[in-house]
């Protein structure tokens, strides 16, 4: 199993994801990079690789985040993109909930793991609605350098949240991630699109308190 250095040389990482996707000649070795790079660090490590993503898309230029965009278009076109596990939803709850039914672990491309990650129930472990915002809006930004990425991405979004089977994501977290895609495909930036999913999610959540208070 990968393990991460005590100091990772996040910036050096990024910037070789980058003139990988810049050097290869094709986009199938471009799309061979990213995966060997998601699978190299293994479900447990998944995570950096969004990291290096929300790096790109924060701090690169245009033409480096254009870059990963054109390989991200492949990856989407090919139904390759990389994805981690995480525990299905309901896993840790008593008897196993629907996640029993479904499985223990579902694959969720970035966007979706950043999604489920903030609506998991231990709030310990979920990412902030800031932490959210911020990766999210970035990995959005890298997405939308390709026109062609940002429709094949919302167009794979809203076929993911339109599926109660996969069990990977709670009702709530799908109806969330619908608006979020629904939003940035009707040309929303980032910012407008990942606060729709964070309110979309909270609503749910607002609506079970009410109904517990007036009893």
């Known amino acids: 199993m990968a393990v991460l250095l005590s100091e990772p040389q996040w910036a050096a990482a990024a910037q070789a994801l980058v003139d990988g996707c810049v050097d290869l000649p094709s986009d199938e070795e471009r799309v061979a990079l990213l995966a060997a790079v998601a699978q190299g660090?293994?479900?447990?490590?998944?995570?950096?690789?969004?990291?290096?993503?929300?790096?790109?898309?924060?701090?690169?230029?245009?033409?480096?985040?254009?870059?990963?965009?054109?390989?991200?278009?492949?990856?989407?076109?090919?139904?390759?993109?990389?994805?981690?596990?995480?525990?299905?939803w309901g896993a840790d709850m008593p008897g196993g909930g629907e996640a029993a039914a479904w499985g223990r672990t579902r694959q969720l491309d970035p966007l979706e793991y950043l999604c489920a990650w903030h609506a998991q129930t231990d709030p310990v472990c979920a990412l902030s609605a800031e932490q959210f915002h911020v990766a999210a809006r970035a990995l959005m930004d890298l997405i939308a350098c390709s026109p062609e990425a940002r429709l094949l991405y919302c167009e794979k979004l809203l076929a993911d949240s339109g599926d109660p089977i996969g069990g990977a994501l709670s009702r709530a977290t799908r109806e969330a991630l619908r608006a979020l895609a629904h939003a940035w495909s009707q040309g929303a930036d980032s910012f407008d699109a990942s606060a729709r999913f964070l309110c979309t999610l909270q609503r749910p959540r607002a609506d079970a308190l009410s109904a517990l208070a007036e009893r």
């Open 41 to 88: 660090l293994g479900d447990e490590l998944y995570p950096a690789f969004i990291r290096l993503l929300w790096l790109i898309g924060r701090h690169g230029d245009h033409a480096a985040k254009a870059a990963v965009a054109r390989a991200l278009v492949h990856a989407l076109r090919t139904g390759r993109l990389p994805s981690g596990r995480r525990s299905a």
